[in-house]
T-cell receptor, first 110, second 113 residues
């Protein structure tokens, strides 16, 4: 079992729709959860982090964390073509090591 | 203008050569990291350093070496012992201690000819 799992996609959503990206993790003691956006050929850019169960909103982005079920998700409202990228989920486990998923590729279509 | 810089952006290496990738940060961050990214794979940790003059191996350290002589700089050397070095190399820094939010530099794409 991979430590951090994401569906590779592509996830295709029409412009203006809500994109829902999911991530599961295996280390039940994980404390910190991050979402990075990576455009093709570029480095990852931090867009959200969440530490506590529940929702955290920042503009069009909402991160959701459910530690009991060991999943974290990212919702993107009013999706734009500029949101088309690969989204990496990263989790800090009990060893204080940041582990990345392989990413979900999002395509926002016109 | 604060941030993390990596150079060069593209690097070509011949078989048997050692090459050094530069990473500099002016964020006054304590911790620095080197990752490797291959197509279809997540980021894999090569080396990391929490303080000056100290560093630890990550998950895939074989064939790589680092130094941390200054807080701002964390260069990575890809040695000839690394059998498959073609990849996208990413440097990150983290404020530390007790913080775990990492910020990435723009990356260096290394190709073996």
């Amino acid at each position: 079992q991979k430590e951090v799992e994401q569906n590779s996609g592509p996830l295709s959503v029409p412009e203006g729709a809500i994109a829902s990206l999911n991530c599961t993790y295996s280390d039940r003691g994980s404390q910190s959860f991050f979402w990075y956006r990576q455009y093709s050929g570029k480095s990852p850019e931090l867009i959200m982090f969440i530490y506590s169960n529940g929702d955290k909103e920042d503009g069009r982005f909402t991160a959701q964390l459910n530690k009991a079920s060991q999943y974290v998700s990212l919702l993107i409202r009013d999706s734009q073509p500029s949101d088309s990228a690969t989204y990496l989920c990263a989790v800090t486990g009990t060893a204080s090591k940041l582990t990345f998923g392989t990413g979900t590729r999002l395509q926002v279509t016109l | 203008d604060g941030g993390i810089t990596q150079s060069p952006k593209y690097l070509f290496r011949k078989e048997g050569q050692n090459v050094t990738l530069s990473c500099e940060q002016n964020l006054n961050h304590d911790a620095m990291y080197w990752y490797r990214q291959d197509p279809g794979q997540g980021l894999r940790l090569i080396y990391y350093s929490q303080i000056v003059n100290d560093f630890q191996k990550g998950d895939i350290a074989e064939g790589y070496s680092v130094s941390r002589e200054k807080k701002e700089s964390f260069p990575l050397t890809v040695t000839s012992a690394q059998k498959n070095p073609t990849a996208f190399y990413l440097c990150a820094s983290e404020q530390g201690p007790y913080t775990d939010t990492q910020y990435f530099g723009p990356g260096t794409r290394l190709t073996v000819l």
